[in-house]
T-cell receptor
Framework: AQSVTQPDIHITVSEGASLELRCNYS??????LFWYVQSPGQGLQLLLK??????LVQGIKGFEAEFKRSQSSFNLRKPSVHWSDAAEYFC??????????FGTGTSLTVIP | EPEVTQTPSHQVTQMGQEVILRCVPI?????FYWYRQILGQKVEFLVS????????KSEIFDDQFSVERPDGSNFTLKIRSTKLEDSAMYFC?????????????FGPGTRLTVT
């Protein structure tokens, strides 16, 4: 069955520190993987995506993610977190024209 | 930059009433979706729509729900007889430029409150 697991419900980091948000997936076919960010009261903004090719993908706002097929993971990273990065982060897996499966999200708090 | 729009941003309705949530997907996208997010929970798939018909639907999408693309631009979700548990944020999404990337672009959502 298709599913996405985000093991960390809530993460707190200091501004300027590095960040890694974990995502593991289970998908029957070649996965297309995505990270979305949701600020309070807002919609979902696409941060980055992986379809094929280079397993390290770059996204907006300085985020990157690495696809590791052997670990069924697609972890999101950022070298230096800014206060404006505080938000909810969702990992998703899907395919063209098909539904996306979302993880339960990781809430990020950034402290000064 | 093209974006998905949704109206209204907030809808309050009484239990048993019908509501229609409206979405304008990105033009020339081929696939359209509705998702919902109950407060504090994850985003859940409701239905996908392609070539003027439902291509996939979840268990949540029962007979009280329906979708329609009444013209070349709008995509609507109708809930016939709302229940308290239908209170949620409803997101519309679109994807699939022909031969293009597959990511889904989400609208800002409609917050539905059923009283």
């Amino acid at each position: 069955a298709q599913s996405v697991t985000q093991p960390d419900i809530h993460i707190t980091v200091s501004e300027g520190a590095s960040l890694e948000l974990r995502c593991n997936y289970s998908y029957g076919a070649t996965p297309y993987l995505f990270w979305y960010v949701q600020s309070p009261g807002q919609g979902l903004q696409l941060l980055l995506k992986y379809f094929s090719g280079d397993t390290l993908v770059q996204g907006i706002k300085g985020f990157e993610a690495e696809f590791k097929r052997s670990q069924s993971s697609f972890n999101l990273r950022k070298p230096s977190v800014h206060w404006s990065d505080a938000a909810e982060y969702f990992c998703a897996v899907g395919a063209r024209g098909n539904q996306f499966y979302f993880g339960t999200g990781t809430s990020l708090t950034v402290i000064p | 930059e093209p974006e998905v729009t949704q109206t209204p941003s907030h809808q309050v309705t009484q239990m048993g009433q019908e509501v229609i949530l409206r979405c304008v997907p990105i033009s020339n996208h081929l696939y359209f979706y509705w998702y919902r997010q109950i407060l504090g929970q994850k985003v859940e798939f409701l239905v996908s729509f392609y070539n003027n018909e439902i291509s996939e639907k979840s268990e949540i999408f029962d007979d009280q729900f329906s979708v329609e693309r009444p013209d070349g631009s709008n995509f609507t979700l109708k809930i016939r007889s709302t229940k308290l548990e239908d209170s949620a944020m409803y997101f519309c999404a679109s994807s699939g430029l022909a031969g293009g990337p597959y990511e889904q672009y989400f609208g800002p959502g409609t917050r539905l409150t059923v009283t």
